[in-house]
């Protein structure tokens, strides 16, 4: 790899530039961010699909979302098409999750004299 400050090329598993001492391990801190990003996405949209299949709604659809939302944000210093691809589905299964919630109430309320 090339030193992004003073461009020596070192070893790929370099932990410093042999130049200028900068430390190089930035791009294995990256990939376990990524890593990380990656375990959100999957996260949201595990949550988003149990949104909808499950009757614990709210409890699984409000945090796809925000884990949704949470990876594209990284997604922009950072960009993961995969990622940002699940966590596009985690977002839109949270939504529909929700909107569900919304629905379900509405017919409860709607026909609360018959259920109650
Ligand atoms: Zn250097």
Redesign the pocket.
Known sequence: MY??????Q?EDNAFK??????VLRSAIATSSTQNIVFFMAIGSLILGILSIVTCFRVFASIPAIILGFNVKKKNKLNPAPLESAIATLGIIFGIIGSLATLFNILVFWSFRRYFL
């Open positions: 030193c992004p400050k003073c461009g020596t070192n530039c042999v130049q200028c001492n900068t």
